[in-house]
């Protein structure tokens, strides 16, 4: 689903949780659906420099959306990486290339994961690493 369609219920998620919803906001949202998967804060910048975006707004945007469960951080070659939590994008898994450092998303077949959290559980990320079809 685009993320366009998927504004209205962004705009929901915001405000339940007291957040503003600024153009910034709403355009950084926009930039991570287009991005279709994992994608970094300076990448992110390059997408969003057209639009007046500055880094520090953006920095301050993404840590407002990992604190909010809008986004997570996902590891690409050591460095962090940011994706659309669900309901935003579709639950998934990654696979780590210790060779390239291609990250590709997994989809299980049995999402039950029973675990003894010491908590609420807001959301879970497994992460395989391996070497991809490609570097074989």
Partial sequence: ???????????????????????????????????????????????????????????????VFVANQIVQPVSRNGESAYELLPPFARHHHHFHCLSCGAVSALQAADEHIDLQVPGKALYHQIDVYGICGGCL
């Fill in 1 to 63: 689903m685009a993320s366009d369609q998927l504004l209205p219920e962004f705009l929901d998620h915001c405000r339940a949780r007291g957040l503003r919803v600024t153009r910034e906001r709403r355009s950084v949202f926009l930039a991570l659906g287009e991005a279709g998967g994992p994608v970094t804060r300076p990448a992110l910048l390059r997408r969003l420099l057209a639009e007046g975006m500055h880094a520090p707004t953006l920095y301050r945007t993404i840590d």
